[in-house]
Each structure stands twice: as structure tokens, then as C-alpha cells.
């Protein structure tokens, strides 16, 4: 057998050397965590032996605390691309076993590098996050490195789907290049977010709070919002983030790829024509409609566990991707309020950016009232959601089914906000507010001077007048800005309809800069 050359056998060791990253100890105390090494990570994400890895030989040029000894070949950030189901992705993970993943000069040029390659070459990115941030021995040059990768996720924002899995620690400046990103994915029991530890809170505030709370992954999917799925396992997490892809594109000059389905277009079904009950009082749930007309099994929803008064999500119509939007009445009677309303214009944000296709399904009965929404600013957040409407160029269909009253029926993806074509059911109720709302301010004064049994019959009157008047979908049909009422169970078939004429949509924006959106 011929010899091997010493260059190739270096070259393996110094190889073998590397993929230790930190070494046997500290993986063997990774794995005592329940957690992956992420060179396993990397291995689970991708297609098998797809990894191409990038800058594996960097090394930190630091000396200051310690840090001119024991040099790890890569400096504890794994970056390079790969495949996803046969999708080019570039991806980095930190690397917890050398110095805590934390994140440092290496790290922050390495990801930089990779985020460039990312949009040179039109692919997702995405990153596994397992640190302890800014790498404190480094001093400023960490806070360079991150500086560097936040001004790439801006960059990137609307050109390229960022996605960023949490699967450990994300502290401090760390925890904003996932902000920045288009979705965050944590995995439960082993990922936490925040910008300053239970400990530093302590002394500070005197607050006492354990990680899990301040930052775990049901706190940020369903408290603060800053997560949009969530897995139990890190093969979840991975399953969830390989489902994301499969209904975007690779960039914003592309489009999703069709997914034959054995859905029928023309299938309707009957069920949704008693779907909404006729007591407006009664409930009835919103992804009952969703699901009944999507493809089988289509429907993925986003942000589920925030905000439940509304419902984000993907789905398919005759294998095409689209975003779904809806209000969601079995939550608060589908009430907008302000975390409500920056779920529904970051989601439709983000599918205008990637020529996703928006359908909105409207059941509100309004805006939230009240001193503490008013507070902490409904109007500003508010807003949101109609600019996001109202930016949008891409495809815009909505299915009013019951409720759409007043500035919430103008919000929700109206004709008004320029929707290409506008639906209710028979059960829609496209007013200017509900009926009682609309008797006590018009009458309430005479009903006040009334006897009470008097003012009691009156008002039955008055509220089913105004009921017959305004509470149905033909005063809005009649004047145009709903273009047809339909039967529930001819929704898909609409919609679909709809989709393939709109396919080529043409949409002309002033050109501008980029608008203020009231953030
Ligand atoms: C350098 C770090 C580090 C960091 C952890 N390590 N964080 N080294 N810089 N930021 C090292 C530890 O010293 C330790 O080294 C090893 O990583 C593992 O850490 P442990 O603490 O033993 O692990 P664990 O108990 O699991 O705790 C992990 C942790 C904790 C929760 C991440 O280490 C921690 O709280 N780290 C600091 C987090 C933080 O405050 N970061 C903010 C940095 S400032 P040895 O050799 O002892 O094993 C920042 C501002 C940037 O990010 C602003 C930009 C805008």
C-alpha cells in the first residue's frame, strides 16, 4: 500500500483536532445538558454529508485574559452551507464547548463572511445560537463582531429568510441578531433569551427571577413574542425550521416552490356553511374555517402561542404557498389589541417581502378600548397593521365571516387598503361598530328617559333594526367594497380562483426610500 503524505495526514489530524472544538470534557458536560454538540447540530439540520465547511482553520489573534493559549482551530463558531432537503442554506452554530460558544472578533468575521455569501448567492441563513455572548476577554472586538452581524441581519432583512434556533444560552448583546432575524425557533428546557441574567437583575432591581422564567422558551413564545415556534426537542426544532423552508423561497427575487397536492380546487365543504353560529354571542374557531379550506393538512401556524386573538400562519391552496392572517374569535372575541397587531404586520411583512400571497380571514369586533391599551399605545400599534396591509404588493384576498366592524374592517386587509379582491360569507357583519354599541350611542339619551321596560322593548327594536340594516354583507356588497358574498363552502374554489388570476400581479409602488412604518 503506497504511503500516505505527511501534507494529507496533517492535514486530516489537524482536521480531527478541530471537530473536538473544546474537547472530550467539555462535550462529554454538552451532552450531560441534554444538548448536541454543533457540529451534531449541523449534521442534524442538513442533508446528510452536505456541509461544506468555511474558515474551519481560523484562529483568535487575542493574548489579553488567557487567550494566547490553548487556540482552538475556529474559535468556536462552525460556519459553512449546505442542503436542506436539497435546498441550498449557509449555516453557523456556536460552539458551547470552546469558551461558552461565547462570540468574538473569529466569530463575528466568520458569520459576517457567511451572511455576504448568503446574499451574493440568493439562500437562506440560518443560525444555531448555544453562547454566553459578547466574549468578555475580547473587549471591544467582540462588540465589533456583533455590530458587524447586526448590520448583515438589516441587510439581509427582505432579501434573504433568516431563521435563528436558540438551543442554550443567548445573552446580552447576542439575544439581537435573533431579533433581527425573521423567525426565532427555540427548543424547550435547554434555551434562554435575555439581555441581562437573573444574577445582574438581582443586584440591580433586586428582582428575583430563575433563567426559565425571565427567558425560557414558553415565556418568549407566548409572553413577549421575541420566539415564534418553539421545539421540545432539538429534532423538533430542526423538523419545525426544515417545515419553514418549505413554504418560502430561497429570496425575495424568487417565489415558493408548488407542492402537487391531492386536494381537489373544486372540493367545498358543506361543514363550513354552519360553521359560524348564528347567535353572534356563540363562538366557533377560526382555524376550523382555515383548515377546512387549505389543502389537507396544510396549515402551519406561526406565533401560536401569542397573541391567540390572531392567527398567523402558512398553508397551501392547490399546492401553492400562502400567508394567512386571521382573527381569531374563539380568543377574545378576535379582539385587535397591540400584541395582536404586531403579530398580524410582522407576519405580512415578512410573506410581501418573499412574494407570498396573503388571505385574510376577518372576524373582529374592533380595536381593544381601554386606559392600559390606549397606555402603552394601540393607535401606534394599530397602525402597523394597516400600513403592512397597505405596503403590500403581493396577491390580497379576504374572506370577511362575520364581524368586521369599524376600524378593524378597514385594517384587516380591506378593499379600501387596496385588497385585489374582497369576500364575505352570508354570516358577515360589516358595520360600523355592533349593533347594542351603535343603539346606546345613537339613542341611549331617549332610552335614558324612558321607563325601564319601555326602554328595554325600544331598544330590541332598534338593535334589530340596525341589524337588518347594517349587520350582513350586502350594503358593503352593494356598494362594491365587498366583491362578492359567497358560500362558506366556496371558499377554496374562490380563493384558489383568485390565486391564479392574480399569479402575475403587477403592483407599482411610489418610489421612495422606504416609508416609516409606526413602529
Ligand atoms: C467568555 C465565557 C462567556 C463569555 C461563558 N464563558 N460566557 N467566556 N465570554 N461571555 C465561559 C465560562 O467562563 C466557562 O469557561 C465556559 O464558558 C462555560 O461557562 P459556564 O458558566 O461554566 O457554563 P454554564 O454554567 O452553563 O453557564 C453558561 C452561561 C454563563 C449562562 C452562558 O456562562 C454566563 O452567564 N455567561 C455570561 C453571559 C453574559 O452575561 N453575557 C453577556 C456578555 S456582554 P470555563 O473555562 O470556566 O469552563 C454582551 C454585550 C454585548 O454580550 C453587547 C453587544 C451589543
Redesign the pocket.
Known amino acids: 500500500m503506497p504511503k500516505e503524505d505527511p501534507k494529507i495526514v496533517e492535514l486530516q489530524k489537524m482536521r480531527e483536532i478541530s471537530y473536538l472544538g473544546g474537547g472530550e470534557d467539555?462535550i462529554a458536560k454538552q451532552k450531560e445538558?441534554g444538548k448536541l454538540t454543533a457540529r451534531e447540530r449541523i449534521g442534524a439540520l442538513l442533508d446528510k454529508g452536505s456541509f461544506q465547511e468555511l474558515n474551519g482553520m481560523m484562529l483568535n489573534r487575542h493574548t489579553d485574559f488567557g487567550l494566547d493559549k490553548g487556540k482552538i482551530s475556529g474559535d468556536g463558531m462552525i460556519a459553512g452551507f449546505g442542503k436542506i432537503n436539497g435546498r441550498k442554506v449557509c449555516v453557523y452554530a456556536q460552539d458551547?464547548t470552546v469558551?461558552?460558544?461565547?462570540?468574538g472578533e473569529v466569530a463575528g468575521q466568520k458569520v459576517a463572511r457567511l451572511m455576504d455569501l448568503a446574499m451574493d448567492a440568493g439562500v437562506p441563513v440560518i443560525a444555531i445560537n448555544d453562547?454566553?455572548?459578547?466574549?468578555?476577554?475580547e473587549g471591544v472586538f467582540?462588540?465589533f463582531a456583533?455590530?458587524e452581524v447586526?448590520y448583515r441581519n438589516v441587510l439581509a432583512s427582505g432579501v434573504i429568510p433568516q431563521i435563528c434556533i436558540i438551543m442554550g444560552?443567548c445573552?446580552?448583546?447576542?439575544v439581537?441578531s435573533p431579533a433581527l432575524t425573521d423567525f426565532v425557533v427555540m427548543t424547550q428546557g435547554i434555551s434562554?433569551m435575555f439581555i441581562?441574567?437573573p444574577e445582574?437583575i438581582k443586584a440591580v432591581t433586586h428582582e428575583v427571577v430563575d433563567?426559565e422564567t425571565l427567558g425560557g422558551a414558553t415565556t418568549h413564545s407566548s409572553i413577549s413574542g421575541v420566539a415564534h415556534l418553539v421545539g421540545q426537542t432539538e429534532a423538533e426544532t430542526f423538523a419545525i425550521v426544515k417545515k419553514i423552508l418549505e413554504y418560502i423561497p430561497d429570496n425575495n427575487a424568487s417565489t415558493p416552490t408548488p407542492i402537487a397536492t391531492n386536494d381537489s380546487p373544486f372540493r367545498a365543504d358543506k361543514a363550513l356553511d354552519s360553521l359560524v353560529p348564528s347567535n353572534p354571542n356563540q363562538t366557533y374557531n377560526i382555524l376550523d374555517a382555515i383548515n377546512r379550506v387549505v389543502d389537507k393538512d396544510s396549515f402551519f401556524e406561526i406565533h401560536a402561542r401569542y397573541a391567540t386573538n390572531a392567527v398567523v400562519g402558512f398553508a397551501r391552496l392547490n399546492g401553492e404557498s400562502i400567508g394567512i392572517a386571521a382573527n381569531q374569535p374563539a380568543s377574545m372575541a378576535g379582539v385587535l389589541d397591540i400584541n395582536a397587531s404586531d403579530k398580524i404586520a410582522r407576519f405580512v411583512r415578512f410573506c410581501d417581502a418573499f412574494n407570498i400571497p396573503l388571505v385574510t380571514f376577518v372576524d373582529t369586533p374592533g380595536f381593544m378600548p381601554g386606559s392600559v391599551t390606549e397606555h402603552n399605545g394601540i393607535i401606534r400599534h394599530g397602525a402597523k397593521i394597516i400600513f403592512a396591509f397597505s405596503e403590500a404588493s403581493v396577491p390580497k384576498i379576504s374572506v370577511v365571516t362575520r364581524k368586521a366592524y369599524g376600524g378593524a374592517y378597514i385594517v384587516m386587509g380591506s378593499k379600501h387598503l387596496h385588497a385585489d379582491l374582497a369576500f364575505a360569507w352570508p354570516t358577515a357583519e360589516i358595520a360600523v361598530m355592533g349593533a347594542e354599541g351603535a343603539v346606546n350611542i345613537l339613542y341611549g339619551r331617549d332610552l335614558k328617559q324612558k321607563p325601564p321596560e319601555e326602554a328595554q322593548k325600544m331598544r330590541g327594536e332598534l338593535v334589530e333594526e340596525y341589524k337588518t340594516k347594517f349587520s350582513n354583507p350586502y350594503r358593503a356588497a352593494a356598494a362594491g367594497y365587498v366583491d362578492e358574498v359567497i358560500l362558506p363552502s366556496e371558499t377554496r374554489q374562490r380563493l384558489i380562483s383568485a390565486l391564479e388570476v392574480l399569479r402575475n400581479k403587477q403592483s407599482l409602488a411610489p418610489a421612495k426610500k422606504h416609508g416609516n412604518i409606526p413602529l
Open positions: 467539555r445538558k458551547f469558551m461558552g460558544g461565547s462570540f453562547g454566553g455572548g459578547a466574549r468578555i476577554q467582540s462588540l456583533f455590530g447586526f444560552p445573552a446580552g448583546g447576542a439581537y434562554n441581562t441574567g445582574v433563567a
